[in-house]
């Protein structure tokens, strides 16, 4: 009998007002498998990766973990959950007052009964996966960005997770060190049977480590396949937004009511902010 999914989504849907951010999506994803979901800003990706989380109630649907039905659960039973997978945030998200080892004990310190002398050899030994052995003492203002995105990472391994949920990961990265974050996720896949979640714009690396894709628009999913199968689609939209091509189906305007974040807010004239700023003469 085969292995039940990590992850299973079920006709999802949120709507906000009248309008579905998110729109019967479904899809599945297996022990050690990468999943890339990607698409044009406002299509939904961090909003579905939220309701997989379990930080978001979608309006309707089903989100599974492994096995456990999430969007009815206590914020104490989604903690528990929250236990067996880890968070690559977009900036790093590290707290500029502790050291870089500081950061990646946070989560033993809180959700283990380790020792000292444990927590010291676990920091060290994440640290060590990750390539960064001997900086436990700096603090992040003290390192690169890149640097800062593997350290992040050596976090989110900390509780020696089964899951790994990374948000652009390679943002703001060159190259040279967006290859070496996408080599450190497809050791943890490939060797370590880990099942990675990972939401990106930067196409050299999706494909460089999905064993599936995802492509959102308009709410839905408008296509989903192996990395070839991915390449070899006849939707004009995947095609545009892989190869970055300027022009296609893809508006270059964009209505604010479309975006996924949008809140139907008061409108107010820009003057109204006039007396919170100085006015500057030559």
């Known amino acids: 009998m085969p292995d039940s999914p990590v992850i299973e989504v079920v006709d999802l849907v949120r709507r906000f007002g009248d309008r579905a951010v998110l729109n019967d999506i479904s899809f599945k994803v297996n022990r050690a498998e990468t999943l890339v979901i990607m698409g044009g800003s406002g299509c939904g990706k961090s909003t579905l990766l939220r309701h997989i989380i379990g930080s978001m109630k979608p309006t309707s649907g089903s989100v599974r973990i492994f096995g456990e039905e999430i969007t009815t659960m206590t914020e104490r039973e989604i903690a528990h959950v929250r236990r067996r997978f880890g968070m690559l945030f977009q900036s790093g998200a590290l707290l500029a007052s502790l050291t870089v080892g500081e950061n990646v004990a946070l989560p033993l310190l809180q959700h283990t009964s380790l020792s000292d002398d444990e927590i010291e050899e676990t920091v060290r030994e994440r640290l060590r996966v990750v390539g960064l052995t001997g900086f436990e003492n700096l603090k992040p203002a003290e390192i690169s960005g890149g640097m800062k995105k593997r350290v992040g990472l050596a976090r989110a391994l900390a509780l020696d997770p089964e899951l790994l949920f990374s948000d652009e990961p390679t943002s703001g990265l060159d190259p040279i060190m967006t290859a070496v974050v996408d080599q450190l996720t497809l050791k943890l896949t490939r ?15 999706a494909f460089r480590i999905a064993t599936r894709m995802i492509m959102l628009g308009h709410g839905d999913i408008i296509a989903q396949g192996t990395p070839e199968e991915i390449r070899a689609s006849p939707n004009a939209e995947v095609q545009q937004f892989i190869h970055g091509e300027a022009d296609g189906p893809i508006p270059l305007n964009l209505n604010q009511d479309e975006h996924e974040d949008h809140r139907h807010v008061r409108p107010r004239p820009f003057f109204a902010i006039r007396g919170r700023f100085h006015h500057k003469t030559s």
């Open 191 to 205: 060797e370590a049977g880990m099942t990675a979640i990972v939401v990106t714009h930067d196409m050299t690396s």
